[in-house]
C-alpha cells in the first residue's frame, strides 16, 4: 500500500513537471498576411529552421497570407530547395505544428469554407491565441 502511495505521489509530480516544463519551452508564433510569395517562402523557411532547432512553432496565416492554407492555391517553386511555400506549411503540418487561419478568413470568403484548407489546418480562435502570444516564452514574427 505504501509502495502505490508513494508512485502515486511521484506520478503526479513527474506530470506536473511536464505540464511546467511546456510553459516555458520557447515558442515561435509565425504570422503570414503578406500575398507574396518569396515573402510567404522565407517565412516558411524560417518557420521550418526554428523548428529543426527544437524550437516549437505555430503558424497563423491571415488576409492574402490565408490563401496558403487552401488546397487549390498554387505557388512557384523556390530554389535551391526547388519546393513553394505551401510544401513548406506540409511539412510543418506534418511535424506537427498548430497551423491556423485567421477566425475571420474563412467567414469572409465566399464559397470557403473548412473542406477547402489542407488538411491539419483550422481555423483559429482570437481569445486562445491572444492569451498564446502573450505568453513570455512566446517570439512573435510576423510577414
Known amino acids: 500500500?505504501?509502495?502505490?502511495?508513494?508512485?502515486?505521489i511521484l506520478l503526479i509530480f513527474t506530470i506536473g513537471s511536464v505540464f511546467a516544463q511546456s510553459e516555458d519551452e520557447p515558442y515561435l508564433f509565425v504570422s503570414v498576411t503578406s500575398a507574396d510569395e518569396e515573402i510567404q517562402m522565407m517565412?516558411?523557411?524560417?518557420?521550418?529552421?526554428?523548428?529543426?532547432?527544437?524550437?516549437?512553432?505555430?503558424?497563423?496565416?491571415?488576409?492574402?497570407?490565408?490563401?496558403?492554407?487552401?488546397?487549390?492555391?498554387?505557388?512557384?517553386?523556390?530554389?535551391?530547395?526547388?519546393?513553394?511555400?505551401?510544401?513548406?506549411?506540409?511539412?510543418?503540418?506534418?511535424?506537427?505544428?498548430?497551423v491556423e487561419v485567421c477566425g475571420i478568413f474563412l467567414p469572409n470568403r465566399e464559397g470557403?469554407?473548412?473542406?477547402d484548407l489542407l488538411d491539419g489546418i483550422g481555423a483559429a480562435r482570437?481569445?486562445?491565441?491572444?492569451?498564446?502570444?502573450?505568453?513570455?516564452?512566446?517570439k512573435l514574427f510576423s510577414y
Open 1 to 8: 500500500m505504501k509502495t502505490l502511495f508513494l508512485t502515486s
Open 43 to 98: 517565412a516558411m523557411v524560417l518557420a521550418t529552421q526554428s523548428l529543426n532547432q527544437d524550437i516549437n512553432v505555430r503558424v497563423l496565416l491571415c488576409g492574402e497570407g490565408g490563401n496558403l492554407s487552401l488546397k487549390e492555391h498554387q505557388s512557384r517553386n523556390f530554389e535551391p530547395a526547388g519546393r513553394s511555400p505551401q510544401d513548406l506549411l506540409k511539412g510543418l503540418i506534418s511535424n506537427g505544428v498548430t
Open 126 to 138: 482570437p481569445p486562445e491565441v491572444a492569451a498564446f502570444i502573450n505568453r513570455p516564452n512566446v
Open 112 to 115: 470557403i469554407t473548412t473542406d
